[in-house]
Structure formats: C-alpha cells, structure tokens
C-alpha cells in the first residue's frame, strides 16, 4: 500500500532516519572542521566506496574514514566541514568526490587522506571566488562523474548541478530534467560513462543519452519513492529501488520495467554491482539481498545479529562485504554468505 503524499515525501527527506539527517543548522565559519572523535567508526555513516583497495566512508558531521584492510580496522581524517556527507564518487584510485548537506562538496586527489571545499558556506552567500555558483542551501543527495573532469552532484527539491572542470565551478545547466514540482533526486546511474538515468521521489526517472546534456522523463513501473540505482556495466539491465522493498528491474535501460517479488517492505537505500549479473541492495533493519539482474531472482543474505538501518554496500578488493550505515560500519566476510560479522573499529 502506497503511503499518503505527505508521508512519503516526508519519508523521502529523511530517508527513514538515513540520508537527510541531522545537522541541518547553520554553524559557524569556525566550527567547519570536523571533529576527530574516537567513535567516529560507530557513527551514522551514509556511504561507503572503493578507491583502488582502499575503502572510502562518509556520514554525519562530516565524518570521512578510510580502511586499507578490506573494512577490518578504520582511520578518521580531517575534513573542512561539519556538515552531513551523504554520498562519494571515486573515477579511479586516487581522485574522488563527496557531497553533502547545505549543497557542500568536498574533492580528494589522494584517496582520501585529504580533502578540499569545492562548494559550500554557512552565510548563504558563496564566497568572492564563487560568486558564479547558486547559492543553494538544499542537500545533495548523490554525486557522478564521467571522468576526472565531467560531473553532476544532486539532491533535495530537484537540485541538479554539473561541472566540466573537475568541480572548481558547479553551476545549473540550461538543460535540466523537467522536475515541475521540485521532486527530489537521489540517484544516479551510468553503465558506460556516457548514458544516465537518474531516480527519486514519488518515483520519478529520467535518462540521459549524452552526460545530461539533454533528459528525458520515463514512465516507471512504481509510484513510491525510488532512492537507489545501479546499472550492469557494458549493459542496459539496470535495478531500482526504495520505499517499502520495492524492486524494479530494465533489461533495456529505462524503456521498460518489471516489478519483483522482493521477500522485504522496508526501505532499501543503497546498492552495488558485484559482478556476474549481481547486484547487492542494503536497507532498513538489517536488510541486505542480492538480485539477479538477468533472472530476477531476490535473495536475503544474513547479516548475523546486526539489525540497524544500513544505507550502503560495497564489496571489498578481499571479496568481503562492508555495510554502512545506523551505529557506523559493518564487515562480512564475503560477498556470498554471512557468518561472523565485525564492527568497524578505529
């Protein structure tokens, strides 16, 4: 059952408790470094990918943390904001993006162990040098790039950006996705660094032949809230996700959609490819399955006693499965089967 309007866009703020978290108040332009904390492994922790072998996570009050053995162990570093991270890209082994509350986006050229403000203020106003840039205060939800120099970064109330200079400027394109109502985005998707689509609330889907330079809206198979994308590289299957378990899948890249029958109704927020026609989806209490593009077919894999709200997934060069979300980062031993199950630890 479809929930109210008002309710699922309510839901689709805070992604159950996952993506739209707290930290929303202005703080000071002192307080713009994050705080190094002892727990910070524990912490809610919104995204997590791979840079080479290393693995990259981010979350609330700009935590970033790095792992170089496959997720065991986890190190804080120091970032230039406070604001939530909802969200990383890496288009190789060293240079990365993250994005954020209050539109901030932060770039790494060595993945990871530093990082710079590419956008983002407390004042409301950019600064002298970013005086082109929309002063926009909505979050940014997810972040892509093509290569080390094309990008586009969205999010809240139909926020859309791109750059074509590696992110010294983010600007809104003239052509954008045909969002009257300002839904909000939260997912992109690419399976040959060339075609996009893009996903979010009340179900919208968009795609793009040409790297956003022009959008197409397309009909989905569902009308709640879709808060996850992944594409088969070199392929046109490609799953979608979000409210209430639910599970779409494209054997010709957004043309069509099928339903399928998920063993969940909860909220799934994130996925990976792992290969071979899997792809890997984390949710809500303890919820993590893998589906077969090709067949359809949804298994749950057990995540032992873990049972918080995960909002992401990814598969660790060592073949381990690293899950992030509500009380920090979780590691399973392998991509296939659950058993022991390790708390990240710093």
Known sequence: ?????????????????????????????????ALLMPLASESLLLDVKRAGQRLVAVGERGHVLLSDDHGASWRQVAVPTTRVLTALWFVDEHRGWAVGHEG??????????????????????????????????????????????HGIAVGANGLYLETGDGGE??????????????????????????????????????????RGQSWEALPSAEAGTLFGLVAEPASNRVLAFGLEGNVLVSADFGDSWRGLASPVEVVLAGGVYRGDGRVLVAGSVGTLLQVELRSGAITSLATGTVTGNFAQAVVAADGAIVLAGQGGLVRLPSADHAGTVKRGAL
Do not use: C, K
């Open 1 to 33: 059952m479809e929930l109210p309007a008002t309710a699922a866009r309510a839901l689709s703020g805070i992604l159950g408790m996952l993506l739209l978290a707290a930290g929303a108040l202005p703080l000071p332009a002192a307080a713009q470094q």
């Open 104 to 149: 901030v986006i932060l770039a790494t050229g060595d993945a990871g162990d530093s990082w710079t403000l590419q956008r983002g203020w407390t004042s409301g106003r950019p600064p002298p040098d970013r005086q082109r840039e929309p002063a926009s205060a909505a979050p940014l939800m997810a972040v892509w790039f093509a290569d080390a120099l």
């Open 169 to 210: 400027n983010w600007l809104v394109p003239r052509e954008l996705p045909d969002n009257p109502d300002q839904l909000h985005l939260y997912a992109i998707a690419s399976p040959d660094g060339e075609r996009l689509l893009l996903a979010g609330e009340s179900g919208i889907l968009y795609r793009s032949p040409d």
